[in-house]
C-alpha cells in the first residue's frame, strides 16, 4: 500500500518552527514566510500539508490566523489544521475557509461529543490528535497528561465517522530517534481507524519500517515528517519514493 507523507508546519507567532518534546520555549525557527515553505512543500511532490497552530493549542483558540490563510493561499494540495480549535463554530469557520481537515487534539479528550458532532456534520474531515506520553493521553498543546490511555480515547471514535487518528508520542517529537512504532501498530490493531504516525522521523528507515508495518496492519495510513525534513538529513525525493 502507498503510505501518504504529511510535511508538517508548526507555527509559533507567525513563524515555521519545530519543538523539541512539545516545549514552547525549545523552538527552533526555520522559516519566517509559512505560505512559501507550504508552496515548497507541494512542489516537492507531497500531496497534503500538516498546519499545527501551537500558540493556539495553548491559548485554546486559534492564533496564527494571518499564517494560515497565507498558506492556503499560496498551495492547491489539501491542508489540514490543528491547535486550539475547541467548538463546532471554530471547526466550519476553518473548513469554510478552505482547510481541508481539522485536527481535534485536547477536545477529543476533553469534549468527546464535539468530535461526534463535528464528524457527523462535516464527514470525513475531521481527523483526532491522540498526542502520548508513555502511553497517556496529553492535552493543551501536551502541558497536561490525563489518566486516559491512548488505545482507550481511540475507541470511544470508532463509530464516530472520524477521517483518521494521528498519533504522537511526545517523548521522541523533534528529537529524531525514530518513531515509537510498538505504541503505534498497538492502537492501529486497537480499532478500525487509519492511523497516521507522528514523532520522531528520522531517516527513510523509519518511512521503510512504517511501510512494512502497514502491509501487516493496513489501517497504517501515513507519517507526518518535521524536523528530519527542515534540517535536511530527510529529503523529499527520498521520502516519497520510499512510500
Keep these: 500500500m502507498k503510505l501518504t507523507l504529511y510535511p508538517a508546519i508548526d507555527l509559533k507567532d507567525g513563524n515555521c518552527v519545530r519543538l523539541l518534546r512539545g516545549e514552547m520555549d525549545q523552538a527552533t525557527v526555520f522559516g519566517t514566510d509559512p505560505g512559501a515553505q507550504a508552496a515548497a512543500w507541494q512542489h516537492a511532490g507531497f500531496s497534503w500539508v500538516h498546519v499545527v497552530d501551537l500558540n493556539g493549542a495553548f491559548a485554546g483558540k486559534t492564533v496564527n490566523d494571518d499564517a494560515v490563510k497565507s498558506i492556503l493561499a499560496n498551495v492547491t494540495i489539501p491542508v489540514q489544521l490543528g491547535g486550539g480549535i475547541r467548538d463546532i463554530a471554530g471547526v466550519e469557520r476553518w473548513l469554510d475557509a478552505g482547510i481541508t481537515r481539522v485536527i481535534l487534539g485536547s477536545a477529543a479528550a476533553k469534549n468527546p461529543a464535539l468530535v461526534r458532532e463535528a464528524a457527523k456534520k462535516?464527514?470525513?474531515?475531521?481527523?483526532v490528535g491522540i498526542d502520548a506520553k508513555g502511553g497517556m493521553v496529553a492535552t493543551e498543546g501536551w502541558a497536561e497528561t490525563s489518566d486516559i490511555p491512548a488505545t482507550e480515547l481511540a475507541r470511544r471514535f470508532e463509530d464516530a465517522g472520524i477521517a483518521a487518528i494521528i498519533y504522537t508520542d511526545i517523548a521522541r517529537d523533534g528529537m529524531k530517534t525514530g518513531l515509537n512504532l510498538t505504541e503505534t501498530e498497538a492502537l492501529a490493531k486497537a480499532v478500525n481507524i487509519p492511523i497516521i504516525a507522528s514523532g520522531g522521523v528520522a531517516s527513510v528507515a523509519d518511512i521503510v519500517a512504517?511501510?512494512?508495518?502497514?502491509?501487516?496492519?493496513p489501517n497504517l495510513n501515513g507519517s507526518i515528517l518535521g524536523r528530519a525534513l527542515y534540517d535536511g538529513s530527510l529529503s523529499p525525493a527520498v521520502a516519497l519514493a520510499a512510500c
Excluded: I
Design 122 to 127: 462535516f464527514p470525513g474531515r475531521v481527523v
Design 210 to 217: 512504517l511501510k512494512a508495518a502497514a502491509a501487516e496492519q
